[in-house]
């Protein structure tokens, strides 16, 4: 195999787009035949599987809940993601425990909450090489283990004196695929699966990290509605307004949702070809919600809440449904006990499979009310590299936000509005802000909130409705407030014990400095 740690992988590992229309049929799971290692393999441990799962973990980068098939999503078409729900069990109310992808992806990879790692909470930072990985550990423990395609970050992870990136050794095949419109050859993620596959030592248990790149902007304008999405399906969130710009936008994101779901579907062929499938602990998760205005970098119901479905097997009896609310750490809890390894410190999740196997209708984590979310720092978008420092509680119907700095942009200063993904939607909002039809759209993403936020999310799932002035509500958000502050608190978390400041000198990993980000 290829080792290719470090470098920015954003491109590589995406096949062209009309590649994936003509090969994969808009979702079909038939990507690339199967491909050899270069390499040889590693020599086999001592360690038996002796009944311990494999692990594949595969991270979506930036899908929201509300659009695979398997949540109703009319627009998308998810047949793989819908398989892994069907044949196990479906999470309702899954959040990443941030809204954007480095300290949710630190928080999976080592269990603990965004707040309990340090520089691991900003986005471009690091993550302190002392907080163990479970790919680390079951490595340790035996697994065979590597990871393909976008593993921890963006940040990097060498500033914390780390060896490798904390997904793993990353493992990359000698096969690119070569995109037909651009003629650049880039590598195979599905490939890279099949080659690990093939390189594990027989009786070994594997660990698998499949980082896909979507559906994570940059997308073609207009690829949705030239693959034969229909603008007319689409179901518009009504935090954006409806204009055709949008719908179009939406599509495109579809596109890519599909193009993900078919990188699913050959991972799952190629367990099922190596007769691996039902011995393996299936996680398909996103680290974080919709990458357009007012729902990514906010912690909002569209910017944490995502699709989670948890696959293994007979283990996992099929069709079970979950509705208490569970975060990234659970995951975690999950695949540690699940490899009956003991991870080197107490987690912040809990494992889930006991509340799986548990008689239907029962409760998964039956002690389970609430979890608390939370942002810092996203892009250098602010003068002195400051963030915008949210937490939140969710619980089973209400969503209660706390934001610090109320007197900062939400979304960076005006000069770009940095924590909004450049796509059509965004610059629409901004060229037509002085539109009475977009003003409100644009001042919902783009404008300052007030200090506290509070939401009935089973009526207003958009949270478009602030409750926090009502006096009858005064009770219920003391009580979210209170429960979050002292989950926070006993987490020792930097920012409710009065040390937000230390969140704000964590340094800029990458080197790059404000000026410099925003001349690019």
């Known amino acids: 195999m290829n080792g290719i740690g470090g470098r920015d992988r954003r491109r590589e590992g ?68 819908d398989r892994v729900a069907r044949e196990g069990a479906y999470f309702e109310n899954a959040f990443s425990s941030a809204p954007i992808c480095t300290p949710t992806r630190g928080s999976l990879l080592t269990g603990l909450s965004p707040w309990q790692l340090e520089d691991g909470m900003q986005l471009l930072g690091t993550l302190p090489a002392r907080f163990e990985t479970y790919p680390a550990a079951l490595e340790q423990a035996g697994y065979f283990a590597g990871f393909t395609g976008k593993g921890w970050g963006p940040g990097n992870w060498r500033a914390s004196g780390r060896t490798a990136d904390p997904a793993g050794t990353p493992f990359y095949s000698e ?54 999405l229909r603008p ?7 935090f954006l307004p409806d204009t055709p710009e949008v719908r179009s936008d939406l599509l495109d994101y579809a596109l890519e949702i599909q193009y993900l779901d078919a990188q699913l579907g050959a991972c799952l062929d190629a367990l099922e070809k190596a007769g691996e499938l039902d011995r393996t602990l299936i996680v398909v998760v996103g680290d974080n919600g ?15 809440h995502v699709p989670l479905a948890l696959r293994w097997g007979a283990r996992i ?13 659970d995951l975690t809890a999950t695949i540690y006990a699940a490899a009956g390894v003991t991870p080197a410190r107490p987690l912040a999740g809990a494992d889930l499979v006991p509340g799986l196997v548990a008689p239907r209708g029962g409760r998964c984590l039956p002690d389970r009310e609430f979890v608390v979310l ?18 939140a509680i969710r619980g089973a119907r209400h969503l209660y936000i706390r934001n610090y700095a109320p007197d900062r942009w939400p979304c960076g200063d005006p000069d770009q509005y940095g924590d909004v993904d450049p796509i059509p939607t965004k610059q629409l ?18 404008g300052k909130r007030p200090v506290e936020e509070l939401y009935d999310v089973v009526d207003d799932p958009a949270c478009l409705k602030n409750l926090a002035g009502d006096p009858a509500r005064r009770a219920l958000m003391d009580a979210l407030r209170e429960k979050m502050e002292s989950r926070l608190k006993a987490d020792g978390d930097w920012r409710v014990l009065g040390e937000g400041d230390r969140y704000e000198r964590i340094p800029v990993a990458t080197g790059r400095r404000p000026a410099e980000k925003r001349n690019e």
Request: glycine share 8%; net charge positive; proline share 12%.
């Open 14 to 81: 995406t096949m062209d787009r009309r590649a994936f229309l003509r090969r994969a049929a808009l979702g079909a799971a038939a990507l690339a035949a199967p491909r050899a290692a270069t390499a040889e393999p590693p020599p086999a441990s001592a360690a038996s599987a002796a009944g311990r799962p494999n692990v594949l973990v595969f991270v979506a980068d930036d899908l929201s809940w509300a659009h695979t098939g398997f949540a109703g999503g009319p627009f998308v078409r998810t047949p793989n993601f």
């Open 175 to 228: 096969v690119l695929a070569e995109a037909p419109t651009t003629g650049m050859r880039k590598n195979d993620l599905p490939g890279n699966f099949r080659a690990f596959l093939e390189a594990r030592p027989a009786g070994r248990p594997f660990c698998f990290w499949y980082g896909s790149f979507e559906p994570h902007v940059p997308y073609e304008a207009g690829s949705g509605i030239r693959a034969g």
């Open 232 to 238: 007319e399906t689409v179901v518009v969130p009504p």
């Open 290 to 304: 919709l990458p357009f205005p007012a729902a990514k970098h906010t912690c909002y119901e569209y910017g944490v």
């Open 317 to 329: 009896p099929a069709g079970r449904r979950v509705t208490e609310p569970v975060s990234t750490p």
């Open 374 to 391: 939370a942002h810092e720092r996203g892009n250098l978008c602010r003068e002195g590299d400051v963030g915008y420092p949210i937490r």
């Open 429 to 446: 909002l901004i060229d037509r802000r002085d539109d009475p039809a977009i003003r409100p759209f644009f001042e919902r993403a783009m």
